[in-house]
């Protein structure tokens, strides 16, 4: 499913982004895409990444740096996945799978420092509990009390492409 790309998010994808839209259940969980934008702008630590499906884009996230990571994870050179969305008319289709697989290779060629991702996921969400688990994230057997509820904290290594 090559047709899936992940690149930083430009002005030009906002409009397509706006449109996006998730069901209430979804919306509790994360961020939209208007708010990643908002949030980001001039916040040097939070960098929006849109996903596209055949160059339309149909999600985002974004990857924070700084301080806050530090509240996740005791690893110096990790990055906070946070705000990851799917517009819920694509939601299904395997973009998130294809997506998340190639979240490594993004980092590694983006930040080529980070060696963790790591990401909250609160404990009653269980089909994104799912999707992490099956692309390479792991549960750290840790819990962090969220403003929505109970957070279960996962993680991934991102190995290096090559030792230089």
Not at 108 to 123: K, S, T
Request: charged share 25%; proline share 6%; with cysteine.
């Amino acid at each position: 499913m090559d047709l899936v790309q992940l690149q930083p998010y430009t002005s030009q994808h906002y409009r397509e982004l706006a449109q996006l839209s998730l069901p209430k259940e979804q919306t509790h969980y994360t961020e939209m895409p208007e708010d990643s934008v908002e949030c980001a702008d001039g916040n040097p630590t939070r960098n929006p990444v849109t996903i596209l499906a055949d160059d339309v884009p149909i999600g985002m996230f974004v990857l924070q740096s700084g301080p806050v990571v530090s509240e996740y994870t005791p690893h110096k050179n990790a990055l906070l996945l946070i705000a990851y969305m799917i517009d819920y008319s694509q939601q299904g289709k395997g973009y998130a799978t294809e997506s998340l697989k190639k979240l490594p290779c993004y980092v590694r060629e983006h930040y080529p420092e980070i060696e963790y991702i790591v990401l909250a996921v609160n404990v009653n969400n269980y089909a994104a509990q799912h999707v992490y688990k099956k692309n390479g994230f792991y549960e750290k057997g840790e819990r962090i009390l969220g403003k929505k509820g109970w957070l279960i904290i996962f993680e991934m290594k991102v190995e290096k492409m090559f030792e230089e």
